[in-house]
Nanobody
Framework: QVQLVESGGGLVQTGGSLRLSCAAS????????MGWFRQAAGKEREFVAT????????KYADSVKGRITISRDNAKNTVYLEMNNLNPEDTAIYYC????????????????WGQGTQVTVSS
């Protein structure tokens, strides 16, 4: 069992930056691929980024490449999402999730989810 709690969301202007954190409970955090997803109002949940269990490999959605960086600290049971040059299209609830599948981009392959943190980018 893994419990996930996101933090760091908020209101930011276009071009601004935010760093999201996701703190995990449990001693098996380092065995999971971790992912970030987002869901805008009226839209389906979409993949943002994922990182392998040891943090060696990452994968990003095309829409965020070059602006967003995923990282993790297994000693702290935490995964991060550094977001730069934000625009209004990035406005959404951001969720972190844990998966047993390597670098999965499909929400259906993630077992554990956090409650989400709101990110709002004003124009």
């Amino acid at each position: 069992q893994v419990q996930l709690v996101e933090s760091g969301g908020g209101l930011v202007q276009t071009g601004g930056s935010l760093r999201l954190s996701c703190a995990a409970s449990g001693r098996t955090f380092s065995s999971y691929t971790m992912g970030w997803f987002r869901q805008a109002a009226g839209k389906e949940r979409e993949f943002v980024a994922t990182i392998s269990a040891r943090g060696v490999s990452t994968k990003y959605a095309d829409s965020v490449k070059g602006r967003i960086t995923i990282s993790r600290d297994n000693a702290k049971n935490t995964v991060y999402l550094e977001m730069n040059n934000l625009n209004p299209e990035d406005t959404a609830i951001y969720y972190c999730a844990a998966s047993r599948y390597y670098l999965s981009t499909s929400p259906s392959l993630y077992t554990y989810w956090g409650q989400g943190t709101q990110v709002t980018v004003s124009s």
